[in-house]
């Protein structure tokens, strides 16, 4: 009989405890960004395989949790799927990275709540002000490539990529 799926709230006692002792660029407990990434997720009608992908989205990349992990966890596979279409590689093209996200359905939701919140003006006025425009340039550059600079929601972007979709 197959293991049944993590719930959501294991899967947050999970990238809490993957992350405990990690701290964001401004000196914060890292689980504050996950916490506000799965939040933005939620707010913007993500459903809950894109918030569990959003509590993990940075574990992999950030090596609290492996890939072997995640390939066995107890998950469905569309959230491994958006996980690691929003975890960055080694050496990879920005143009491949976002390519990526923006193949893997579910997945640009989660990184639009990342960029929003990492972008945060309150996040981004305590740090030194280099890191703070390097940080600000490359949110933006990113935001660009996901098409994520007008005020459209996901599903209005890809209604205007797709016109025969809608």
Not at 19 to 44: F, N
Not at 58 to 83: F, Y
Request: net charge negative; with cysteine; glycine share 10%.
């Amino acid at each position: 009989m197959p293991n049944p799926c993590l719930t959501l709230s294991q899967v947050e006692a999970i990238a809490r405890e993957a992350h405990r002792g990690q701290t964001d660029k401004a000196g914060r407990p890292y689980a504050g960004h996950l916490a506000a990434v799965a939040e933005g997720v939620r707010s913007r009608g993500g459903d809950e395989g894109q918030i569990a992908a959003a509590w993990l989205h940075d574990a992999v990349e950030d090596g609290v949790l492996s890939r072997q992990w995640l390939d066995e966890a107890p998950l469905p596979r569309r959230v491994k799927e958006m996980v690691l279409a929003v975890t960055k590689r080694d050496g990879e093209d920005l143009y491949a990275y976002t390519g990526r996200i923006l193949a893997t359905p579910g997945a640009l939701l989660i990184k639009e709540a990342d960029l929003a919140h990492n972008a945060d003006p309150d996040r981004l006025a305590i740090l030194e002000p280099a890191t703070r425009t390097r940080l600000t340039e490359k949110y933006a550059q990113v935001r660009g490539l996901l098409g994520l600079d007008g005020g459209a929601g996901p599903f209005e972007r890809r209604d205007q990529a797709n016109p025969a979709a809608g």
